[in-house]
Structures are given as structure tokens and as C-alpha cells.
């Protein structure tokens, strides 16, 4: 079974500085792996996707992230914040071949003036 | 595209009504998912359909939770004799097809008083 582990409930940053969103997988195989991004009383949105080349992938406004096989890992960066990048951001997994996407439990990310 | 859409946005019920809430998914999409959010337990899987049936309800309260796609422009998901543990914010999303992303709605937040 596959799992999903952000290690971080919440994270402060001030604004302009960067950031790191750590996540964690769990899975044998090569996964398609997702961050979403949660707005107050919205919906997840997409903020990108990865399943293979570049283990650098580029996102909407400014974000990326970076898989890591060797270390289960696909972490999301942002050089320089903004107090808008306030919300919660979901790590996501699903198995190669697979429908049902398995999310991690969240971050809520808090930037400050 | 109006996206996922969700209806109604809120609804409050008293302790043994019954609650239906309304998906409309974005339309070619083969799979719809649904999905219960609350601060404690953060995102909760319940059940999936594709191509309009049932695959996975393995996340589904057995005793009063039913979801039902009787065509493809619609899902619902029906809460018999609602508790309040029941109050939450129920998430629909859908998506293309195998390992592709899903497109939410803003959720329907139900209260139980």
C-alpha cells in the first residue's frame, strides 16, 4: 500500500523568504506524485505534477518541486513568498496505473509581514 | 468549463434528518470522488466511482453513508439519520481517467445541530 507523510502540520515563514514544504512517500513503485493547494472554504486546486524526467518539475505561481527517488521524497520550494501563498498544501500519491489518488494530512503554511 | 460544481454550499440539518448533497462533475471526466474534511481528521477518502460505477467505498460509514452516480453528469452522496460527528466538509472531485490529476469543487460544508 501506498502512504503519504508530511512531517510538518504547520509552517511560518515571513514574507519574501523562501520556503520548503517537506513530503514523504511510501511506495514500491514509480509514482505519479501531486501538491495541491487549499484556499480558505475552497476547494484542492492543482499546484503540479510529476511522474518522470526532470526531477525538477515547475508549478503555477512560482512554485516547484523536486522528486527524489533515492529518498522518497518530493519536496515543494518557493524563492520568495507572498502573504496570497497562505493556505494549506497537500502532498498527493497515486500508483502507476491506478485512479484513487492517497493525500498526505496537510500543511498549513502562514506567511507573515 | 464551470469546473466541479457542488451543491448546496452549506446545509444544516438537525440530529436524525437525512442530508443529500449534489455533484456535478466536469464533464468527460470517467472518475468522481468523494471526500469528507474535518480539522481533526483532515482529508478523508470515502468513495470513487468510474465510468458511473462503484469501485471503491472502503472509506463509507457503512451504516447511514450511500453515494450513487445514476448518470454521468451527476453523483450524490446521502447521509441517513445525520450525527453531529457527521458535520464536516464534503469534498467531490473528479478527474480524466488513470493517474491523472483531480479537478475539486469547493465543497459542501455540512453542519448537524
Known amino acids: 500500500a501506498q502512504s503519504v507523510t508530511q512531517p510538518d502540520a504547520r509552517v511560518t515563514v515571513s514574507e519574501g523568504a523562501s520556503l520548503q514544504l517537506r513530503c514523504k512517500y511510501s511506495?514500491?513503485?514509480?509514482?505519479?506524485l501531486f501538491w495541491y493547494v487549499q484556499y480558505p472554504r475552497q476547494g484542492l486546486q492543482l499546484l503540479l505534477k510529476?511522474?518522470?524526467?526532470?526531477?525538477v518539475v515547475q508549478g503555477v505561481n512560482g512554485f516547484e518541486a523536486e522528486f527524489s527517488k533515492s529518498n522518497s521524497s518530493f519536496h515543494l520550494r518557493k524563492a520568495s513568498v507572498h502573504w496570497s501563498d497562505s493556505a494549506v498544501y497537500f502532498c498527493a500519491l497515486s500508483r502507476t496505473g491506478g485512479y484513487k489518488v492517497v493525500f498526505g494530512s496537510g500543511t498549513r503554511l502562514l506567511v507573515s509581514p | 468549463n464551470a469546473g466541479v460544481i457542488q451543491t448546496p454550499r452549506h446545509k444544516v440539518t438537525g440530529k436524525g434528518q437525512e442530508a443529500t448533497l449534489w455533484c456535478e462533475p466536469i464533464?468527460?471526466?470517467?472518475?468522481v470522488f468523494w471526500y469528507r474534511q474535518t480539522i481533526v481528521q483532515g482529508l478523508e477518502f470515502l468513495t470513487y466511482?468510474?465510468?458511473?460505477?462503484?469501485?471503491?467505498d472502503s472509506g463509507m460509514p457503512k451504516e447511514r453513508f450511500s453515494a450513487q452516480m445514476p448518470n454521468q453528469s451527476h453523483s450524490t452522496l446521502k447521509i441517513q439519520s445525520t450525527q453531529p460527528q457527521d458535520s464536516a466538509v464534503y469534498l467531490c472531485?473528479?478527474?480524466?481517467?488513470?493517474?491523472?490529476?483531480?479537478?475539486f469543487g469547493s465543497g459542501t460544508r455540512l453542519l448537524v445541530i
Open positions: 510529476y511522474y518522470s524526467g526532470d526531477p
Open positions: 472531485a473528479s478527474s480524466l481517467g488513470v493517474n491523472s490529476d483531480y479537478t
Open positions: 464533464s468527460g471526466h470517467s472518475a
Open positions: 466511482f468510474r465510468n458511473q460505477a462503484p469501485i471503491d
Open positions: 511506495y514500491s513503485g514509480t509514482p505519479y
